[in-house]
């Protein structure tokens, strides 16, 4: 099974601090997604990669950036933390051989608060 | 972007109760997802609807994608505990990207 593997489950952050979130996957997937959920929210997108140095601003890219030197490790990067900021951050990946809808695999959550 | 309005927010049930929830759309959607996220974890594939009327099955869990392509609904038969999570759902479009519904919370009452 695809493992999708998010570096810490819970982060404290002071307001104005540069915060990396990590994830790793272990499928050689092409496709990796950072969301953002909020209660009534759903599950919103960040930004996404299709590739290694590749990226792609999803639908609430402010405040956000990313990094993908490897094809297995995507990193979601807040420059500044605010404390609008604070939520449950989903990594998930994706395979272009998976071809079916399925084929998103999540991590288990960044939860991040900013105080 | 699109929005998948998902109804109810929440449901406090009992145990041994039917459950029933759904997604409705602006938009025409090519593929219907449902995921279930227990607490701590990530969101997990329940079920995957490809053409306009499909009814899918996954022992007690029945979702349908509705023939206009804008909407879906998950039924639950027969809750038990273990049902307790955050129902998404999913529309995935042309480009091979999901929009996510806002989820219903489920909660059983023993």
């Known amino acids: 099974d695809v493992k999708v593997t998010q570096s810490s489950r819970y982060l404290v952050k002071r307001t104005g601090e540069k915060v990396f979130l990590e994830c790793v996957q272990d499928m050689d997937h092409e496709n990796m997604f950072w969301y953002r959920q909020d209660p009534g929210l759903g599950l919103r997108l960040i930004y996404f990669s299709y590739d290694v140095k590749m990226k792609e601003k999803g639908d609430i890219p402010e405040g956000y950036s990313v990094s993908r030197e490897k094809k297995e490790r995507f990193s979601l ?18 395979g272009l051989e ?14 991040l608060t900013v105080v | 972007g699109q929005q998948l309005n998902q109804s109810p927010q929440s449901m406090f049930i009992q145990e041994g109760e039917d459950v029933s929830m759904n997604c409705t759309s602006s938009s025409i959607f090519n593929t219907w997802l449902w995921y279930k996220q227990d607490p701590g974890e990530g969101p997990v594939l ?24 804008k909407d879906s609904f998950l039924n639950i038969s027969a809750s038990i505990p ?11 479009n042309a480009g091979n990207m999901l929009t996510f519904g806002g989820g219903t919370r489920l909660m059983v009452k023993p």
């Open chain 2, 82 to 92: 273990s049902d307790v999570g955050i129902y998404f759902c999913a529309g995935r």
């Open chain 1, 77 to 94: 990067i807040l420059e500044s933390a605010s404390t609008n900021q604070t939520s449950m951050y989903l990594c998930a990946s994706r």
């Open chain 1, 98 to 111: 998976t071809g079916g809808a399925g084929g998103y695999t999540f991590g288990s959550g960044t939860r």
């Open chain 2, 46 to 69: 329940l079920i995957a609807l490809y053409k306009a009327g499909e009814l899918t099955s996954n022992g007690r869990l029945t979702a349908q994608f509705g023939i206009t392509r």
